[in-house]
């Protein structure tokens, strides 16, 4: 099995290579950030619960992503592998994914960061937010709380996979079709 992390800060790219990715390597993709934005739609007691969060630029607390993670993963028994993108984004979430993962018998094969400037960043979702109208999108105080959460909470997830000796950087910047190529060369010399 190949199990990958997407990791990056918002707008880095994750959920558009994801997609690429799990056609070329037949994987579940595995978005938290959009079981939540279903959840919302579909009005259920945890979307309202994730979009209070959300909409302020805020991680949802821990312990309702890390079930709602499990219970996706659990949807999709016998298959190659899977992408997390989005997830996880603490180190508390990274040692329960560690943890669930090993029940499974499975591990994390390998966690690939997209790297991209701040200032291209900000740019990115301000345009994703006119185009796909998410809140969180449209207002530069609510993006820069993410960053202020990413750098936190999230960025500490570097030195964690790191030192499991599973942690790459893939430059983010440049056309979308050679950040795949980047991504697919990363994973074929290593899987
Ligand atoms: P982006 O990476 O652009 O921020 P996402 O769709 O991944 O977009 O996430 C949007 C929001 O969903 C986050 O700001 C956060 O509120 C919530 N969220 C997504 N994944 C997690 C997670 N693993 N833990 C806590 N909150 C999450």
Do not use: C, W
């Not at 997830?87 to 029940?103: C, G, H, V, Y």
């Not at 499991?164 to 983010?172: A, D, N, P, R, T």
């Amino acid at each position: 099995m190949i199990n990958l992390i997407l990791f990056g800060k918002p707008g880095s790219g994750k959920g558009t290579q994801a997609e690429f990715i799990k056609n070329k390597y037949d994987l579940i993709h595995i978005s938290t950030g959009d079981v939540f934005r279903y959840n919302i739609s579909m009005q259920t007691e945890l979307g309202l619960l994730a979009k209070s969060y959300m909409d302020k630029g805020e991680l949802v607390p821990d312990n309702v992503t890390i079930k709602m993670l499990e219970a996706e993963v659990s949807k999709s028994p016998n298959v190659n592998g899977f992408i997390f993108d989005g997830f996880p984004r603490t180190t508390i979430q990274a040692e329960m994914l560690d943890k669930f993962l090993k029940n499974k018998d499975l591990e994390i094969s390998m966690t690939i960061a997209l790297e991209v400037d701040e200032d291209i960043l900000i740019e990115r979702l301000i345009n994703r937010g006119k185009e796909s109208g998410r809140v969180d999108d449209q207002d530069k105080s609510k993006i820069q709380n993410r960053f202020e959460e990413y750098n936190k909470k999230t960025s500490k997830l570097i030195e964690y996979y790191n030192n499991q000796g599973k942690f790459y950087i893939v430059e983010g910047l440049g056309e979308i079709n050679d950040i795949t190529k980047r991504i697919y060369n990363l994973i074929d010399s290593k899987i």
